[in-house]
């Protein structure tokens, strides 16, 4: 009897204790489940991140082989039309020099009597079409609306080169004078109105070339060479708008 009592007594404090030890375990055991989880997610959003980041290291990497790519052809395609302008340069100061070497010619037979101008025969010029018109109008634009004048020598020389010996040929050499003029790069000038006043003496443009030159040379300090070239207007062309600015220039010189 005595031993079923103890029995009854004991036995329910030992489950009582057990339950206690129970209770106080599971918080610990949640809570080291909760770490291994946040573990968990953290070592996954590394990995992420880690992974974007290799990403666009890679595209960086792309990217700048592709500005690479870009700063050569720029610097290829600088560097050819550095060539063809120089060599075009070179071109027309061979050209001009051979013109200034050549001899005046003689007038001709039907020269008026009265005034001395030589009668300048004039040549069929090879009319441009819309594409060449269309490459001039964008010349004009860049010398006149945006004053762009190194990208108007330029392309006057890529035009000069692709329409040669045209109409608008003679006005693209007489506007590269006229831009080189105003940078003011003058003995460029000088070349480009000697070819249009000496190769092409029946162009509209011969005058107001003629009459550039003069001016350009009057600015290299060629002040002998400026008159002469001034008095050539006059007796040339003596009916055109170039003739009067020359006589102006004349006479403020003998002012």
Known sequence: MRKTLMATVVLPFALGQTGVALAQSTPSFQSGNSAAQGNAVNNQGSAELFYMIQQLQEEVRRLRGEVEEQRYQIDRLQKQGRDRYIDLDQRILSLSEKLAEQPSAPASAGSSAGSGAPVIEAREYRQPDAEEREA???IQDLIRNHKNYDEAITQIYGFIDTYPEGDLTVN????????????????????????????????????DALYKLGVTLDKLGEAEQARVRMQTVIDSYPDSSAADLARKFLGAEAG
């Open 172 to 207: 693209a050499y007489y506007w590269l004078g006229e831009v080189y003029l105003v940078k003011p790069q003058l003995e460029q000038a000088k070349q480009a109105f000697t070819i249009v006043a000496t190769r092409y003496p029946d162009h509209r443009k011969a005058p």
């Open 136 to 138: 001039y109008a964008e």
